[in-house]
């Protein structure tokens, strides 16, 4: 089992819908991982990013 961006990396990869667009939202996440996904989707939303 895979968590945090591996898990929604591998969704996205494994998905082929047809969508109008992709958004993400997650209570807190770091910096880094956020703007990983914001590549892969159309809108990130993240309450918090705690500091690193």
């Given amino acids: 089992i895979f ?13 082929h819908l047809n969508v109008k667009s992709i958004i993400v939202a997650v209570p807190c996440s770091a910096t880094d991982c956020i703007e990983d996904i914001s590549k892969s989707v159309d809108k990130v939303i993240c309450l918090t990013t705690p500091d690193d």
Avoid: F, W
């Fill in 3 to 15: 968590g945090g961006k591996q898990s929604i990396k591998i969704e996205l990869d494994s998905q």
